[in-house]
């Protein structure tokens, strides 16, 4: 299986731009297309585990470099939250969570995603100048 973290990292920017306007809806039809783009997330995943990548990704690469560098600073929000999940799943197992031992997790989590999306952004920012021909 080859790496292939940038592409990794732009697919879940792509995703993360595109399901934005859908995360805070409350109607039924937001949600299924909200579960529909996670879908197409999930496979456009299992494709880079099989060395494929998708033909959307390898456009947005190679002709807008300058947008790839802000996607892949972001593409690991999805990551993260799919990880963290099936961690607090798992876990769900070991220990008995209520009110009062989950909260400090999920505060955890919001603060990670809270100072690690503008970090990301700065870094992002940082590089595309450093690396401009």
């Not at 292939?4 to 859908?22: R, T």
């Not at 197409?40 to 947008?67: G, Q």
């Amino acid at each position: 299986m080859k790496l292939w973290s940038k592409e990794a990292l732009v697919l879940g920017g792509i995703y993360s731009v595109f399901n934005s306007p859908f995360v805070y809806g409350g109607n039924t039809v937001i949600e299924h297309i909200s579960a529909l783009l996670f879908l197409i997330f999930i496979t456009c995943a299992i494709m880079l585990c099989f060395n494929k990548t998708p033909k959307f990704i390898s456009y947005i690469l190679y002709k807008y470099p300058k947008i790839s560098y802000y996607l892949s600073a972001f593409g690991w929000i999805p990551y993260f939250t799919i990880v963290a999940v099936m961690i607090l799943f798992v876990s769900s197992h070991f220990v008995e969570y209520n009110e009062n031992n989950i909260e400090p997790w999920l505060h955890a989590m919001h603060y990670i995603l809270e100072l690690g999306i503008p970090v990301s952004l700065i870094v992002a920012y940082i590089w595309q100048k450093s690396t401009r021909k």
